[in-house]
T-cell receptor, first 114, second 111 residues
Framework: EAGVAQSPRYKIIEKRQSVAFWCNPI?????LYWYQQILGQGPKLLIQ????????DSQLPKDRFSAERLKGVDSTLKIQPAKLEDSAVYLC????????????FGSGTRLTVV | AQSVTQLGSHVSVSEGALVLLRCNYS??????LFWYVQYPNQGLQLLLK??????LVKGINGFEAEFKKSETSFHLTKPSAHMSDAAEYFC?????????FGQGTELSVKP
């Protein structure tokens, strides 16, 4: 089966600009996650979707970050305006089973804010 | 709250030597535990998972981990390191379907 697709792979923007990341999960996977991985740290969950509904966005900085999953398939994560501390790898993951069995990650988008 | 602690941000071993990466967890309920590996510029790949079945879990690429409730540990081992094992390794716990990761351990393998 095809994996979790993410684009772009790399993005460099200036602070205060906006940026969007796209994720296409594995076909049929109902649950989709966005993680933020800052250099030298483990990934941190930003938001979890079940189909097109939000399950958990408690760690999403809602003043600047937003995410949507239209029609329960693809998802977009947006940052507006970006700050220097947003420089990180943004990972998307999806699962079609009970999440406690683990899920499949995409290759991520590396964002550099200058 | 559930969490994991990985002891040692960097581990270096010689090729052919034993690999031991340490992970301790805190959880008020029986946990689901995972080890993931991340190669440079790639996403996370599942190595193995503990879901309350056998306490000794075998994963891919010759890795295994043992769940020890009395020690709240889930250390990752491999009998003989290979150059291709060089990567970042993350331990994670899953409370209600959300993975909480440790800080990661970078494994270097010397020829």
């Amino acid at each position: 089966e095809a994996g979790v697709a993410q684009s772009p792979r790399y993005k460099i923007i200036e602070k205060r600009q906006s940026v969007a990341f796209w994720c296409n999960p594995i076909s049929g996977h109902a649950t989709l996650y966005w993680y933020q991985q800052i250099l030298g740290q483990g990934p941190k969950l930003l938001i979890q979707f079940q189909n097109n509904g939000v399950v958990d966005d408690s760690q999403l900085p809602k003043d600047r970050f937003s995410a949507e999953r239209l029609k329960g398939v693809d998802s977009t994560l947006k940052i507006q305006p970006a700050k220097l501390e947003d420089s990180a790898v943004y990972l998307c993951a999806s699962s079609n089973r009970h999440p406690n069995y683990g899920y499949t990650f995409g290759s991520g988008t590396r964002l550099t804010v200058v | 709250a559930q969490s994991v602690t990985q002891l040692g941000s960097h581990v270096s071993v010689s090729e052919g030597a034993l690999v031991l990466l340490r992970c301790n967890y805190s959880s008020s309920v029986p946990p689901y535990l995972f080890w993931y590996v991340q190669y440079p510029n790639q996403g996370l790949q599942l190595l193995l998972k503990y879901t309350s079945a056998a306490t000794l879990v075998k994963g891919i690429n010759g890795f295994e981990a043992e769940f020890k409730k009395s020690e709240t540990s889930f250390h990752l081992t491999k009998p003989s390191a290979h150059m291709s094992d060089a990567a970042e390794y993350f331990c994670a716990v899953s409370p209600r379907g959300k993975l909480i990761f440790g800080q990661g351990t970078e494994l270097s393998v010397k020829p």
